[in-house]
Protein backbone atom coordinates (compact mmCIF):
# COMPACT_ATOMS: atom_id res chain seq x y z
CA UNK A 1 0.00 0.00 0.00
CA UNK A 2 0.98 3.35 -1.24
CA UNK A 3 -0.56 6.04 1.28
CA UNK A 4 -0.91 9.70 0.32
CA UNK A 5 -2.16 12.19 2.77
CA UNK A 6 -4.20 14.92 1.47
CA UNK A 7 -2.21 18.26 1.73
CA UNK A 8 -0.24 16.97 4.68
CA UNK A 9 2.13 19.74 5.10
CA UNK A 10 -0.75 22.31 4.81
CA UNK A 11 -2.68 20.13 7.61
CA UNK A 12 -0.17 19.87 10.70
CA UNK A 13 -1.84 20.94 13.86
CA UNK A 14 -0.02 23.26 15.65
CA UNK A 15 -1.10 22.70 19.06
CA UNK A 16 -0.47 18.91 18.18
CA UNK A 17 2.79 19.23 17.33
CA UNK A 18 3.59 21.47 20.21
CA UNK A 19 2.65 18.44 22.52
CA UNK A 20 4.60 16.01 20.72
CA UNK A 21 7.30 18.53 20.41
CA UNK A 22 7.40 19.10 24.06
CA UNK A 23 7.51 15.09 24.70
CA UNK A 24 10.45 14.97 23.08
CA UNK A 25 12.62 17.95 23.79
CA UNK A 26 12.51 18.86 27.40
CA UNK A 27 13.92 22.55 26.65
CA UNK A 28 10.51 24.67 26.53
CA UNK A 29 12.23 27.37 25.20
CA UNK A 30 13.55 25.54 22.33
CA UNK A 31 9.97 23.74 21.06
CA UNK A 32 8.46 27.64 21.74
CA UNK A 33 11.26 28.64 19.29
CA UNK A 34 10.47 26.50 16.39
CA UNK A 35 6.87 26.77 16.79
CA UNK A 36 7.36 30.56 16.13
CA UNK A 37 8.98 29.71 12.90
CA UNK A 38 5.81 27.49 11.74
CA UNK A 39 3.25 29.12 13.09
CA UNK A 40 3.94 32.69 12.88
CA UNK A 41 2.82 32.85 9.59
CA UNK A 42 -0.20 34.90 7.72
CA UNK A 43 -1.74 35.67 4.35
CA UNK A 44 -3.91 37.95 1.96
CA UNK A 45 -6.01 36.76 -1.25
CA UNK A 46 -5.70 39.26 -3.99
CA UNK A 47 -8.08 38.95 -7.35
CA UNK A 48 -7.39 39.94 -10.68
CA UNK A 49 -9.36 43.37 -10.06
CA UNK A 50 -7.03 44.32 -7.43
CA UNK A 51 -9.45 43.54 -4.68
CA UNK A 52 -7.77 42.49 -1.86
CA UNK A 53 -8.92 40.44 1.31
CA UNK A 54 -7.92 41.22 4.90
CA UNK A 55 -5.03 39.95 6.68
CA UNK A 56 -5.37 36.17 8.50
CA UNK A 57 -3.25 33.83 10.20
CA UNK A 58 -2.70 30.51 9.58
CA UNK A 59 -3.55 28.33 12.48
CA UNK A 60 -2.44 25.38 10.86
CA UNK A 61 0.15 23.57 8.21
CA UNK A 62 4.14 24.43 8.16
CA UNK A 63 6.29 26.34 5.11
CA UNK A 64 7.03 24.02 1.72
CA UNK A 65 10.33 23.99 1.14
CA UNK A 66 12.17 24.81 4.71
CA UNK A 67 14.47 21.85 5.32
CA UNK A 68 13.08 21.61 9.21
CA UNK A 69 9.96 20.34 7.93
CA UNK A 70 10.22 16.97 6.93
CA UNK A 71 12.04 16.43 10.24
CA UNK A 72 8.84 18.07 12.09
CA UNK A 73 6.72 15.93 10.21
CA UNK A 74 8.21 12.76 10.82
CA UNK A 75 8.30 13.76 14.65
CA UNK A 76 4.39 14.87 14.10
CA UNK A 77 3.50 11.12 12.83
CA UNK A 78 6.64 9.45 15.18
CA UNK A 79 3.78 7.72 16.68
CA UNK A 80 1.83 5.62 14.00
CA UNK A 81 -0.28 2.81 15.22
CA UNK A 82 1.35 -0.27 15.27
CA UNK A 83 0.35 -2.59 12.22
CA UNK A 84 0.20 -6.13 11.04
CA UNK A 85 2.52 -4.90 8.03
CA UNK A 86 5.80 -3.18 8.14
CA UNK A 87 5.99 0.21 7.58
CA UNK A 88 7.94 2.75 5.58
CA UNK A 89 7.98 6.38 5.96
CA UNK A 90 9.56 9.12 4.19
CA UNK A 91 8.31 12.56 5.56
CA UNK A 92 4.92 12.22 4.15
CA UNK A 93 5.46 9.40 1.63
CA UNK A 94 3.93 6.09 3.63
CA UNK A 95 4.29 2.53 2.62
CA UNK A 96 2.77 -0.58 4.45
CA UNK A 97 4.08 -3.91 3.18
CA UNK A 98 3.04 -6.86 4.03
CA UNK A 99 4.29 -10.52 2.49
CA UNK A 100 2.36 -13.75 2.21
CA UNK A 101 1.68 -16.54 -0.18
CA UNK A 102 -2.16 -16.19 -0.09
CA UNK A 103 -3.89 -13.36 -1.82
CA UNK A 104 -6.74 -13.36 0.79
CA UNK A 105 -4.44 -13.33 3.63
CA UNK A 106 -2.88 -10.24 1.83
CA UNK A 107 -5.72 -8.50 1.10
CA UNK A 108 -7.21 -9.13 5.00
CA UNK A 109 -3.84 -7.94 6.78
CA UNK A 110 -3.85 -4.97 4.65
CA UNK A 111 -7.42 -4.12 4.98
CA UNK A 112 -7.36 -4.26 8.33
CA UNK A 113 -3.73 -1.96 8.57
CA UNK A 114 -5.53 0.02 6.88
CA UNK A 115 -8.43 0.15 8.86
CA UNK A 116 -6.10 0.93 11.88
CA UNK A 117 -4.41 4.32 11.34
CA UNK A 118 -8.25 5.85 10.47
CA UNK A 119 -8.96 7.09 13.94
CA UNK A 120 -5.40 8.56 14.35
CA UNK A 121 -5.89 10.24 11.37
CA UNK A 122 -8.73 12.11 12.46
CA UNK A 123 -7.81 12.60 16.27
CA UNK A 124 -4.37 14.47 14.76
CA UNK A 125 -6.18 16.02 11.99
CA UNK A 126 -4.90 14.18 8.82
CA UNK A 127 -7.10 13.35 5.72
CA UNK A 128 -6.12 10.22 3.61
CA UNK A 129 -6.80 10.85 -0.04
CA UNK A 130 -8.76 7.64 -1.10
CA UNK A 131 -8.21 8.41 -4.82
CA UNK A 132 -4.13 8.33 -4.36
CA UNK A 133 -3.54 5.79 -2.23
CA UNK A 134 -3.04 2.84 -3.97
CA UNK A 135 -2.02 -1.04 -3.67
CA UNK A 136 0.37 -3.08 -6.07
CA UNK A 137 1.99 -6.23 -5.71
CA UNK A 138 5.08 -7.96 -6.67
CA UNK A 139 5.80 -11.02 -7.25
CA UNK A 140 7.15 -13.38 -9.71
CA UNK A 141 4.30 -15.55 -10.48
CA UNK A 142 3.19 -14.82 -14.92
CA UNK A 143 -0.08 -16.85 -14.14
CA UNK A 144 -1.45 -14.40 -11.27
CA UNK A 145 0.52 -11.34 -13.24
CA UNK A 146 -3.51 -9.58 -14.17
CA UNK A 147 -4.65 -10.10 -10.43
CA UNK A 148 -5.65 -6.98 -8.45
CA UNK A 149 -5.46 -6.55 -4.80
CA UNK A 150 -8.65 -5.61 -3.44
CA UNK A 151 -7.99 -3.58 0.08
CA UNK A 152 -10.79 -1.87 1.79
CA UNK A 153 -10.60 1.30 4.08
CA UNK A 154 -13.93 2.81 5.66
CA UNK A 155 -15.80 0.32 3.14
CA UNK A 156 -14.53 1.15 -0.05
CA UNK A 157 -12.39 -0.62 -1.96
CA UNK A 158 -8.74 1.24 -2.69
CA UNK A 159 -7.70 1.99 -6.41
CA UNK A 160 -4.84 -0.65 -7.54
CA UNK A 161 -2.26 0.35 -9.51
CA UNK A 162 0.31 -2.05 -11.63
CA UNK A 163 3.19 0.32 -12.06
CA UNK A 164 3.07 2.40 -8.64
CA UNK A 165 5.47 5.60 -8.23
CA UNK A 166 6.93 6.06 -5.18
CA UNK A 167 9.77 8.63 -3.66
CA UNK A 168 10.24 9.31 -7.77
CA UNK A 169 11.21 5.41 -8.95
CA UNK A 170 8.08 3.60 -11.13
CA UNK A 171 7.99 0.02 -9.57
CA UNK A 172 6.62 -2.73 -11.98
CA UNK A 173 5.56 -6.23 -10.93
CA UNK A 174 8.68 -8.18 -11.26
CA UNK A 175 11.07 -5.27 -9.65
CA UNK A 176 12.60 -4.61 -13.08
CA UNK A 177 12.26 -0.95 -13.52
CA UNK A 178 12.33 -0.88 -16.77
CA UNK A 179 9.23 1.58 -16.78
CA UNK A 180 11.47 3.71 -14.44
CA UNK A 181 14.68 3.59 -16.86
CA UNK A 182 12.46 4.32 -19.73
CA UNK A 183 10.86 7.50 -18.37
CA UNK A 184 14.56 8.36 -17.02
CA UNK A 185 16.03 7.85 -20.69
CA UNK A 186 13.31 10.96 -22.08
CA UNK A 187 14.66 13.12 -19.23
CA UNK A 188 17.98 12.43 -20.02
CA UNK A 189 17.35 12.76 -23.87
CA UNK A 190 15.95 16.38 -23.26
CA UNK A 191 19.39 17.19 -20.86
CA UNK A 192 21.32 16.07 -23.57
CA UNK A 193 19.59 18.10 -26.00
CA UNK A 194 20.44 21.48 -23.97
CA UNK A 195 24.16 20.44 -23.59
CA UNK A 196 24.43 20.39 -27.60
CA UNK A 197 23.18 23.68 -27.94
CA UNK A 198 26.38 24.65 -25.20
CA UNK A 199 28.57 23.08 -27.69
CA UNK A 200 28.28 24.36 -31.31
CA UNK A 201 31.02 23.18 -33.72
CA UNK A 202 32.39 27.09 -34.44
CA UNK A 203 30.81 28.53 -31.13
CA UNK A 204 30.04 27.18 -27.50
CA UNK A 205 31.02 26.10 -24.37
CA UNK A 206 34.51 24.87 -23.22
CA UNK A 207 35.56 21.24 -22.08
CA UNK A 208 35.48 22.00 -18.62
CA UNK A 209 32.41 23.84 -18.57
CA UNK A 210 30.21 21.40 -20.62
CA UNK A 211 31.98 18.49 -18.16
CA UNK A 212 30.54 20.34 -15.03
CA UNK A 213 27.19 20.70 -17.28
CA UNK A 214 27.02 17.26 -17.84
CA UNK A 215 27.55 16.47 -13.98
CA UNK A 216 25.07 18.60 -12.91
CA UNK A 217 22.32 18.26 -15.38
CA UNK A 218 23.02 14.33 -16.79
CA UNK A 219 24.59 12.28 -14.29
CA UNK A 220 22.89 14.05 -11.35
CA UNK A 221 19.29 13.02 -12.90
CA UNK A 222 20.85 9.68 -14.09
CA UNK A 223 22.16 8.70 -10.39
CA UNK A 224 18.90 9.39 -8.71
CA UNK A 225 18.40 6.01 -6.33
CA UNK A 226 20.97 4.51 -8.04
CA UNK A 227 21.02 1.73 -5.58
CA UNK A 228 17.89 0.53 -6.40
CA UNK A 229 18.05 -0.39 -9.73
CA UNK A 230 22.03 -0.85 -10.71
CA UNK A 231 21.75 -4.17 -11.04
CA UNK A 232 18.47 -4.27 -13.49
CA UNK A 233 18.98 -5.78 -17.08
CA UNK A 234 17.76 -2.87 -18.67
CA UNK A 235 20.62 -0.46 -17.80
CA UNK A 236 21.54 0.02 -21.17
CA UNK A 237 18.87 2.22 -21.99
CA UNK A 238 20.62 5.29 -19.74
CA UNK A 239 23.95 4.24 -20.63
CA UNK A 240 23.40 5.28 -24.35
CA UNK A 241 22.29 8.63 -23.36
CA UNK A 242 25.18 8.96 -20.70
CA UNK A 243 27.72 8.13 -23.67
CA UNK A 244 25.81 10.75 -25.97
CA UNK A 245 26.56 13.23 -22.81
CA UNK A 246 30.09 12.02 -22.97
CA UNK A 247 31.31 12.57 -26.85
CA UNK A 248 29.26 16.42 -26.50
CA UNK A 249 32.30 17.06 -23.33
CA UNK A 250 34.90 15.28 -25.56
CA UNK A 251 34.08 16.07 -29.01
CA UNK A 252 34.51 12.05 -30.30
CA UNK A 253 32.15 10.72 -33.38
CA UNK A 254 29.91 7.95 -33.08
CA UNK A 255 33.19 5.19 -34.06
CA UNK A 256 35.12 6.22 -30.64
CA UNK A 257 34.85 3.36 -28.07
CA UNK A 258 32.12 3.54 -25.53
CA UNK A 259 34.94 2.51 -23.09
CA UNK A 260 37.43 5.42 -23.77
CA UNK A 261 34.91 8.50 -23.38
CA UNK A 262 34.62 8.76 -19.63
CA UNK A 263 38.75 8.47 -19.39
CA UNK A 264 38.51 11.40 -22.21
CA UNK A 265 35.98 13.34 -20.13
CA UNK A 266 37.55 12.55 -16.88
CA UNK A 267 33.94 11.09 -15.88
CA UNK A 268 33.93 8.08 -13.87
CA UNK A 269 31.96 5.02 -15.99
CA UNK A 270 28.53 5.10 -15.06
CA UNK A 271 28.80 0.99 -13.19
CA UNK A 272 31.26 2.71 -10.58
CA UNK A 273 29.24 5.77 -9.84
CA UNK A 274 26.59 3.26 -9.52
CA UNK A 275 28.56 1.40 -7.59
CA UNK A 276 30.23 4.51 -5.20
CA UNK A 277 26.62 5.38 -4.43
CA UNK A 278 25.55 2.26 -3.66
CA UNK A 279 28.72 1.18 -1.20
CA UNK A 280 27.93 4.92 0.62
CA UNK A 281 24.08 4.61 1.11
CA UNK A 282 25.06 0.96 2.71
CA UNK A 283 28.06 2.49 5.38
CA UNK A 284 25.13 4.30 6.72
CA UNK A 285 22.95 0.85 7.35
CA UNK A 286 22.30 -0.16 10.47
CA UNK A 287 22.87 -3.66 10.76
CA UNK A 288 21.33 -5.40 13.73
CA UNK A 289 23.01 -8.85 13.08
CA UNK A 290 26.72 -8.09 11.86
CA UNK A 291 28.54 -4.77 10.99
CA UNK A 292 29.00 -3.60 8.01
CA UNK A 293 32.30 -4.91 6.81
CA UNK A 294 31.50 -8.15 7.85
CA UNK A 295 28.60 -8.57 6.04
CA UNK A 296 28.31 -10.46 2.86
CA UNK A 297 26.62 -8.98 0.40
CA UNK A 298 28.94 -5.79 1.37
CA UNK A 299 32.60 -6.43 0.43
CA UNK A 300 34.27 -3.39 1.45
CA UNK A 301 35.81 -1.76 4.25
CA UNK A 302 32.80 0.38 5.58
CA UNK A 303 34.98 3.63 6.45
CA UNK A 304 37.23 3.69 3.05
CA UNK A 305 34.91 1.99 0.24
CA UNK A 306 36.96 0.66 -2.68
CA UNK A 307 35.46 0.73 -6.07
CA UNK A 308 37.82 -0.24 -8.35
CA UNK A 309 36.84 -3.43 -9.42
CA UNK A 310 33.35 -3.33 -11.15
CA UNK A 311 31.25 -6.08 -9.44
CA UNK A 312 28.15 -5.80 -11.57
CA UNK A 313 27.49 -6.76 -14.73
CA UNK A 314 27.09 -3.74 -16.94
CA UNK A 315 29.30 -2.29 -19.25
CA UNK A 316 33.28 -2.10 -18.20
CA UNK A 317 36.26 -0.24 -19.05
CA UNK A 318 39.23 -2.19 -21.09
CA UNK A 319 41.35 0.57 -19.58
CA UNK A 320 41.96 1.71 -16.32
CA UNK A 321 40.23 4.81 -15.34
CA UNK A 322 42.72 7.63 -14.22
Known amino acids: MFVDLTAAYDTVWHRGLTCKLLRLLPDRHMVHMIMETVSNRSFTLTTGNGQRSRLRRLKNGVSHGSVLVPLLFNIYTSDLPATISRKYAYADDLAIMHADGDWLAVEGALSKDMATPAEYLQTWKLKLSTTKTVSAVFHLNDKEGK ?106 LRPTPADNLPILAGIQPAELRCRGATLSLGCHVDWTHAPLSAHPSIGCNCTAPQIETPICTRRTATHQFF
Open 147 to 252: RELKVNFTNETLPFCSEPRYLGVTLDRSLTYCRHLESLRKKLTSRVALLRRLAGSDWGAGATTLRTATLALVHSTAEYCAPVWCRSAHTRLIDLTLNDALRIVTGC
